[in-house]
């Protein structure tokens, strides 16, 4: 059994290579450019939105005001009517990146630090690459990847962009898992 405070070095470090990987995936790739769609008048739709003053959130419509009402006519006729929504509505305000970088970064950590209790808890100092590879490559997969699938199977996101995401996620357990093997406290 190996403490997590003696896998601090692959955890941070493979945090700042998938933070790396994943700039380079999104700025140099451009595979993930059509991911979302223009609105046709966009400038109209924002508009319009503006002049509803919709509070932060998410929202969908049609949206039920409870299970019963699901099975009304008149809902049922709204869903055959068209069209369905699922709004994010955020303020307007700082276009820059800067806080959702940080939080990437530190969402990375927190994959690192669940792969090396994970595989803390499995392998003795010692361990071989292939077998911390295995941990370590399996559990980050799985963060990265598998609650995203959600989002297609609930929320209507296009399979081919949680199928891009997850060879993201992929490619960040497979920098992961050889940042451990690399770094494996012998």
Excluded at 97 to 109: D, E, R, T
Excluded at 145 to 173: C, H, N
């Amino acid at each position: 059994m190996v403490s997590i405070l003696a896998l601090w070095l692959p955890i941070l470090l493979s945090a700042v290579f998938v933070f790396i990987v994943s700039s380079a995936i999104h700025m140099a790739l451009g595979y993930h450019a059509n991911d979302y769609k223009n609105l046709p008048d966009e400038d109209a739709f924002l508009d319009a939105v503006r002049r509803l003053k919709i509070p932060e959130g998410q929202y969908v419509a049609p949206r039920p005001a409870s299970m019963k009402d699901m099975k009304s006519p008149e809902y049922i006729e709204k869903v055959k009517k068209g069209p369905g929504l699922l709004l994010r509505v955020w303020p307007g305000g700082d276009a820059g990146m800067g806080g959702a970088l940080i939080q990437w970064f530190l969402y990375s950590v927190v994959v690192g630090v669940f792969a090396a209790y994970i595989a803390g808890r499995a392998l003795p100092e010692g361990a071989l690459y292939l077998p911390v590879f295995r941990f370590v490559g399996a559990t980050a997969f799985c963060c990265y990847t598998i609650g995203a699938w959600q989002e297609s199977i609930w929320y209507k996101r296009p399979w081919s962009v949680t199928m891009k995401s997850t060879f993201d996620g992929l490619v960040y357990a497979l920098v992961t898992a050889g940042t451990f093997g690399w770094l494996w406290p012998r």
